[in-house]
C-alpha cells in the first residue's frame, strides 16, 4: 500500500536555485555579484529591525574574509572557522546554554500566562 503524505508535508523548494546561480557566477561573476549583494540586502531588510545592524555587520565581515582570502576555498574554511567560533567560542552560543543551564542567567520575575479552551 503507498505511503501518502500530506499537501503541506511536502519539502518547499528551496529559495536558492543552486543551479541556476552556479551558471550565473561562471558566465557572468560581474552579475553573480551583484545579484548575491541584492539577495543578501533583501534578507536583511527583511530581518526585524533591531537586528538589521548586526546583520549588516556580519555581512561585512564576511564580504571582508571572502575579499582577503586567496581562493574561494580558503574563503570557506575562514567562514567555517567563524561560524564554530560564534558556536563553541568564547561568548558563543554554547556558553550562554551553558550559562542558562547553570542558573547564572536570571529567569524573568513574571510571566503572563495564557488561558486555552478545552477540546470538545
Do not use: Y
Not at 31 to 46: K, S
Not at 68 to 87: G, Q, V
Not at 95 to 100: K, R
Amino acid at each position: 500500500m503507498p505511503v501518502t503524505t500530506p499537501e503541506r508535508a511536502k519539502a518547499p523548494s528551496p529559495r536558492v536555485d543552486f543551479d541556476q546561480w552556479s551558471a550565473l557566477a561562471r558566465s557572468d561573476p560581474a552579475a553573480f555579484e551583484a545579484r548575491r549583494t541584492q539577495a543578501v540586502e533583501q534578507l536583511i531588510q527583511g530581518a526585524p529591525a533591531h537586528r538589521q545592524q548586526r546583520l549588516r555587520c556580519l555581512q561585512w565581515r564576511i564580504d571582508h574574509i571572502r575579499a582577503r582570502a586567496n581562493s574561494p576555498m580558503a574563503a570557506c574554511i575562514k567562514l567555517n572557522e567563524m561560524m564554530w567560533d560564534s558556536l563553541v567560542g568564547p561568548g558563543g552560543l554554547r556558553d550562554a546554554l551553558e550559562g542558562t543551564a547553570q542558573g547564572e542567567l536570571d529567569p524573568p520575575t513574571s510571566a503572563k500566562v495564557l488561558e486555552f479552551e478545552r477540546a470538545p
